[in-house]
């Protein structure tokens, strides 16, 4: 089975990240994998 990666940018996200997860993960895809990426954000 392949894996999906879903890659998330982010740039002064601290206070919608958690959210953002959360929605990827209620897609239910299986064998799933998040990588989140900033930016060096100050938040």
């Given at each position: ?12 996200e601290?206070d ?5 997860i ?22």
């Amino acid at each position: 089975m392949k894996k999906t990666l879903i890659i998330i940018p982010t740039y002064n996200e601290a206070d919608n990240i958690k959210g953002i997860i959360s929605k990827v993960i209620n897609l239910n895809v299986p064998d799933l994998a998040i990588l989140v990426v900033d930016d060096n954000s100050p938040d």
